[in-house]
């Protein structure tokens, strides 16, 4: 049996990302976007739809989705894939919370 150990990274509080908000952050190869939702849960997604490359981060939060201001495409928060008719797949990270601390894995894909 393969153990895989993830790295967390500390990218700040909850409080730093308002209520059906995100905010990105980079690494050395992209933006990620890390969304809240109505109820605090935290998501991470690459800030790209599959679509356009549209940028998620500015899209509207609802129902557990994300949709891109670009074409509307939904996005599950979740799962990173494209809702109804539409097909495609934007990169997660894992992301959770220790208190009132976001951590991010930049090491697997979920």
Do not use: Y
């Amino acid at each position: 049996m393969n153990a895989i150990s993830q790295t967390w990274i500390r990218i700040g509080k909850l409080d730093d990302i308002p209520r059906r908000g995100s905010r990105c952050i980079r690494n050395a190869k992209m933006s990620i976007a890390v969304f809240r939702t109505v109820d605090d849960r935290v998501f991470a997604l690459e800030d790209k739809c599959p679509h356009r490359n549209g940028p998620l981060s500015q899209g509207i939060i609802h129902d557990g989705c994300v949709t891109c201001p670009l074409h509307n495409w939904v996005i599950s928060l979740e799962t990173g894939l494209a809702q109804g008719a539409d097909e495609g797949q934007t990169r997660t990270f894992p992301v959770k919370r220790e208190g009132d601390d976001i951590l991010l894995s930049f090491g697997t894909q979920k």
